[in-house]
Nanobody, 122 residues
Framework: QLQASGGGLVQAGNSLRLSCAASGRSFSSYTVAWFRQVPGKEREFVAAIGWNLIMTTYADSVKGRFTISRDNAKNTAYLQMNSLKAEDTAVYYC?????????????????WGQGTLVTVSS
């Protein structure tokens, strides 16, 4: 089970850090990712991090502003979001997969958190 938290209302230009806490099993050997979704649109890939912390990949829209990380000892992943823009407003979901491929495709993830809402005011 994954639990996403840390969302909220923030002004453009400011920062937020999202957390994704896993329970019930260790996700230390899983790839963990963040996706986001706005009403009426498909779920969009944001960032992913490999089990060994070596692989990280980002959507072009967030590259240089967002940083994904994880603490396997705490079974928790994070998404540090800086220089937020109004277009970053969405429900953010964390997800995990054991396949170690297809990082950007939501269909490859078998575990999902419930989502946390991020609202960026301009």
């Amino acid at each position: 089970q994954l639990q996403a938290s840390g969302g909220g209302l923030v002004q453009a230009g400011n920062s937020l850090r999202l957390s994704c806490a896993a329970s019930g099993r260790s996700f230390s050997s899983y790839t963990v990712a963040w996706f986001r979704q706005v009403p009426g649109k498909e779920r969009e890939f944001v960032a992913a991090i490999g089990w060994n912390l070596i692989m990280t990949t980002y959507a072009d829209s967030v590259k240089g502003r967002f940083t994904i990380s994880r603490d396997n000892a705490k079974n928790t992943a994070y998404l540090q979001m800086n220089s937020l823009k109004a277009e970053d407003t969405a429900v953010y979901y964390c997800a995990a997969q054991s396949h170690h491929n297809g990082y950007r495709r939501a269909t490859t993830y078998g575990y999902w958190g419930q989502g946390t809402l991020v609202t960026v005011s301009s």
